[in-house]
């Protein structure tokens, strides 16, 4: 058993992320204080090395094939937390201060329907902060 | 404001998904009682629809071109609880009861490694629960 959790280990972490065909490498936003799961959102190589230096969330949009900086029109900001990686390298769990809505649908998460009776019905489970365009 | 969090809307749950070009759609485990994000891992039409039937979560392994259900061979199960999308339907946010490690490699997350010093550095950040293969 190797329950060393001390050690600091000297690493490119590039060689450690596995980025997809694309270059793009999915990121699972937490509110670290509560532990919600806000949104996922892609990354690429240049919004993540974005996101390590300014500690401000940055994604790459697939639909738009842009790069962005979470909140930048909205003031609905990310502040990074803690960064953590998966086993296989291609999956990323950022904790942020979320300032917000997170879901530009005016929710604080984007997961805000619940599936209910196997799937034949959803109920949206949450309020909404302020309406769709603001966020 | 719409906060209506009441209503039931009758759907079938698979129009309101976006599965991606492979027929695949990424689904974040999270463990229900401590909010802790465990893996990521995806699921094709089929796993999705074992997961609703069984409470069990059943995933499609893109590496072994392979259905499988959590835990087969480890024990280490996963008891549906929840089950969330999110605002474009490509993602899925499951929370589950976790039996043991949800990570191949003994951890209780397939998060286990925290970036540190601005991507220079990681750090093991938890504790093997197991040595890897029990999983």
């Known amino acids: 058993m190797n329950g ?10 590039f060689d450690q992320l596995k980025f ?4 793009l490498i999915p990121a699972i936003i937490q509110e670290q204080t509560t532990g919600r799961v806000l949104m996922m959102a892609w ?3 240049a919004s993540l090395e974005k996101t390590l230096e300014t500690r401000q969330t940055h994604f790459w949009s697939r639909s738009r094939q842009k790069f962005w900086r979470k909140g930048e029109t909205s003031g609905h900001t990310q502040t990074v937390k ?5 086993c296989d390298g291609d999956t990323l769990l950022i ?4 300032i917000g809505a997170a879901c530009h649908e005016g929710y604080k998460s984007c997961f805000f329907r619940s599936v209910e009776n ?3 019905t959803y109920q949206v489970s949450e309020k909404r ?5 603001q966020s």
Chains 1, 2 share one sequence.
């Open 95 to 98: 904790q942020v201060e979320q």
């Open 43 to 45: 990354m690429n190589r």
């Open 82 to 86: 803690h960064i953590a990686f998966d």
């Open 4 to 13: 060393n959790t001390e050690q600091q280990t000297a690493v490119n972490l």
């Open 20 to 23: 997809n065909p694309d270059g």
């Open 129 to 133: 902060l302020e309406m769709p365009g």
């Open 118 to 120: 196997q799937g034949r």
